[in-house]
């Protein structure tokens, strides 16, 4: 005896199952959680109050040059920028960045609890690693 065959249910193409996008939907949302913070940590700087003119904006995104409050130095470039480094690694770096990308500014954000001398040094460095002139930042007084 033969068995009778059964009919396969075949789904109508209206219905879509949407788990999956729903499940990518919700990975993707934990990875922009977790990095977006990442992004928009920097080297802590209390920056000093000057009323000044801001600068002309340049095509090339300028080199900044931190200096914390212990006197460390931090270069927004390369692999680690929010570990300090030291002055020979500085001169390197900034000169490897102008040789890349003539024409970019080199600008220096100095905490204002920083020694003056240390802010100097970090000039010095800047200027002997190339750099025909180095701004400075700061920010606006508060009214």
Known sequence: MEKPRQKIKKRPMSEINVVPYIDV????????MITAPLLTQGVKVSLPQASAKPMD???LKPLILSIDI???FYL???ETPNEPVDAATLVARIAAVLQSKKGTQ???RGDEGVNYGRVMDAMVLAQKAGAPSVGMITRNPEP
Do not use: P
Not at 25 to 32: D, E, P, S
């Open 25 to 32: 939907m919700l990975v993707l949302l934990v990875i922009f």
């Open 57 to 59: 904006s340049q095509k």
């Open 70 to 72: 212990n006197g460390q």
């Open 76 to 78: 927004d470039v390369g």
């Open 106 to 108: 080199v600008l220096v």
